[in-house]
């Protein structure tokens, strides 16, 4: 299917330069575009590249649609955020080329009949539903997925393949869980009694937001006695591990393998970067950003760019470089050692010149 | 449902003060609780919040109802443990509010005619069990887990949604898998010839003790050719790796995204923190304890606490101490010319001063 | 059931030297072999063992042969590789003992008319096949699995339990893919645009090569645009995370819980300690070898072993190297003074014996 570039900038916004009737069957990156594609410009340094494209059409900032110059010779649409702009572009290519499912509930779906199941959502083969959960209009429910006792998800929200949404737990509208995520296990509360562990029931919930995705293979803890939240519009990828009552803020992107302890409060328009690492009981303030690799071990109330991983070596100089981070101790005392020897050193000579 | 204070003594040991027919109908945290809960104070450093505590009683020890004062009105248990005490009274309120599922097989699940299946047993929607297979009283098996040709599920065992048991592999009473968890995949194992890989097939089991607990997402590998063990009380949090022939010690604990590699022996009363990692074929002594996001890269004889982790900072000052790390060599070097030019130097200044 | 030497020779190569007509009943270890075993020898610093090991053959180098000498009185399988020989051996026992599933689909899978199964393979209970999915010749798709709209299963191929394989994927021939894994989830990607995130969707594949192993709960991303690719004999343990748009090189083996960063391009015959990291966009060249729990910042150009993290420590010794970490650039200024101080201290010495 196609879209014309009139009806794109109707539906998007942005400032068509070029024929209105020019039709665009997909988008593809700079190099790959084709007569039949509609590509996008967002990184200064691929100007060069951009000038060149045989894309049929490019969105753009304005600063670029003037420095590419006349070589490229296809329309323009000149967006503020161009790479947004490719983004909701790809959102109503990949749409038009879904397969949706038809509403309704798959004969072998297990659905209890206490459950609400809206009549414009779909229940997939396999698909168990318990007493008084409730999924609402539009919601698509795959195959094999398991939706617990008085669990509620909410309109427009997709659940892929083997998501496991336990009871009483809450997803708002719009949310994407991808396969094999976990929301609802018990968290890790134990009390220790002469060595053996005991079982602290875990009662609390799982309350997720509007406009969340959760990766696959993803777990997020219920809470132990309050709620474990995910607040509007987070982000979370695959493999990740969020503990009992943490509580993450809006907006919130994590990268995979991330993981997050218990209790951890984290704000608004944080990043993680992949296999981070997030104590329990920390505060990590808005506008934090975590490389990857690093471990939180302590509360973050300032904003901006934090890291702690150790630097990648040939492993020879690893080697090298490790045993003497083992023995840093003994290196500073042999260094403030040397303080003192110059030290003397310098007051010796002093005096001596005083003396001649 | 509410639970008679004196009831809850005579269940659970304790020296109640007050009355015993004071009713309580849930447990809450200090500052939450009202007229209707029981709280506990295990943390001393929260005196002087339980003596202000709205709750109708509070488990506590000894030191601290008496260090609470006369300010907190309501009843007082005295427990050598508060917080032991505490877990198992939630253990009470939770069992009361639960939904356990009645006994049977459900219709939709393949329960092959070979297995075996009590009767006080519940097998969910949509389940799969092979051939001779076992599944013990009061078993409880949720919708969509997996327990492969002749793998035993002991009494009490409780398979939340979505576990995978596969072949042979047994676990013992009261035990608990969460969703997603994979018991008994093969583990990794493969001779090199030439580049390629020979795939070892992986013919062990997976033999789980008494009191388990396994996170959701979490993976066991079966054993080679030997058995990869879990002692009783053992308790795993998500998202964990156990690779095959690992033997781990009776009541260690491990938090999430935990890695250990293949034959890795862990002793008894470990935890680990989260991320930590463990390579192969290495032994971990009792009393262990490894804190989150370390590699334990050597075998550990003594018991204490073991910490390995790059320490974080803005990302700045991370670039530069970084940068050092890299060059630790070349700052030693640095170093050792130092001092041998400052002992030649103290040594030239003694020469001069024996001249004089 | 039993091998006679003569046939594991005739099979899989080899001299043997022995009887030809000696039956073994199983492989066990050179201490548990007994007469009814065959065991195998590759390690020279086992060589005594190996001469008082109860087997009734073994498998071992020319070298090893000679070197255990006349103590060992059963059969000897000379090889070049013995323990790749070993792996086949093991295979072959292994499939004599396996169980596989008769051919055809389960009543209660899910199979959608316009699927094409070959009339060989293996569709267990509860499985859902999506339209126009292909499964090939012999390939076995266990109970719970899930294969999305036009996806691919090659001939052989082995999904367990609950793998959940999405639209248009593919793999080859004789792979084998563990439960809980995830194929072809979405990538993760998005566009800001004013502190919200908007989904840029996944439209490209995996594609998966012949002789793959995935591990269970592994998850690997679909492309953006393009595809993510995983050539032939590629190994990847449990607890994996490949993003996006990645591409892993033939006989590439990966252990359990890494993650590889969206774009990556990892190259051929590399391998990846458990837990290692690999950020997005690098690129790392054939042959390389990162240790365990690694973070890979920066691209890998020249074959080699690279390592990565910070050495373990009793948590005193931690705390006090940690600290100085976190100022190493603090004492290389000290250092730096030093340096200068001691130079002056020496002018000023060699300017005084001048004088003298």
Redesign the interface.
């Known amino acids: 299917m196609s879209i014309r570039l009139g009806a794109l900038v109707e539906r998007l916004g942005g400032q068509l330069m070029g024929d209105p009737n020019t039709e665009v069957f997909g988008?593809?990156?700079l190099d790959?575009a084709n007569a039949s594609h509609i590509t996008f410009l967002s990184n200064p340094k691929l100007r060069a590249q951009a000038s060149h494209t045989q894309a049929a059409a490019i969105i753009l900032s304005a600063e670029n649609a003037e420095a590419i110059g006349a070589d490229y010779r296809g329309a323009r649409i000149v967006a503020d955020?161009p790479?947004?702009y490719?983004?909701?572009a790809?959102?109503w290519?990949?749409s038009e080329?879904a397969?949706p499912p038809a509403a309704g509930i798959?004969p072998?779906a297990?659905v209890d009949a206490s459950a609400t199941i809206a009549p414009t959502a779909f229940i997939?083969?396999?698909v168990?539903i318990e007493?008084d959960a409730c999924v609402a209009e539009h919601a698509v429910i795959?195959?094999?997925c398991?939706v617990?006792?008085g669990a509620k998800v909410g309109a427009g929200t997709h659940f892929?393949?083997?998501v496991?949404f336990?009871a009483r737990c809450e997803i708002g509208q719009r949310g994407?869980v991808?396969?094999?995520a976990?929301i609802g296990?018990?968290g890790?509360g134990?009390?220790?009694?002469g060595?053996?562990?005991?079982?602290?029931?875990q009662?609390g919930r799982v309350m997720i937001g509007d406009?969340v995705?959760i990766?696959?293979?993803t777990?997020i803890?219920r809470g132990a006695?309050?709620d474990t939240v995910i607040e509007n519009?987070v982000?979370l990828?695959?493999?990740i591990?969020i503990?009992h009552n943490c509580h993450i803020g809006a907006?919130t992107?994590m990268?995979?393998?991330v993981?997050v302890?218990g209790s951890a409060k984290i704000g608004?328009?944080c990043t993680f970067?992949?296999?981070a690492?997030v104590?329990g009981h920390l505060s990590i303030a808005d506008n934090v950003h975590i490389?990857?690799?690093?471990?939180?071990?302590?509360s973050i109330l300032e904003a901006?760019?934090?890291?702690?991983?150790?630097?990648?070596?040939?492993?020879a100089?690893?080697?090298?470089?490790?045993?003497?981070?083992?023995?840093?101790?003994s290196?500073?005392e042999?260094?403030r050692g040397?303080?003192k020897?110059?030290q003397l050193?310098?007051q010796?000579?002093t005096d001596?010149n005083k003396e001649q």
Chains 1, 2, 3 share one sequence.
């Open positions: 988008i593809a990156p790959d955020n790479y947004a490719f983004a909701r790809a959102q290519f990949a080329n397969h798959d072998t297990h997939g083969p396999h168990t007493a795959d195959a094999g398991f617990g006792r892929f393949a083997c496991t336990h994407i991808h396969s094999g976990v296990t018990d890790f134990f009390a220790n009694d060595g053996a562990w005991i079982k602290i029931p009662t406009d995705e990766g696959a293979n777990c803890d006695l309050a519009g982000k990828d695959n493999q591990q503990g907006h992107a990268a995979g393998c993981g302890a608004k328009y970067g992949g296999a690492m104590l490389s990857s690799g690093s471990m939180v071990s302590r901006g760019q934090y890291t702690g991983f150790y630097p990648l070596a040939k492993n100089d690893w080697e090298k470089s490790a045993a003497i981070v083992r023995n840093l101790a290196m500073r042999k260094m040397l303080e020897t110059v050193l310098t010796s000579l001596k």
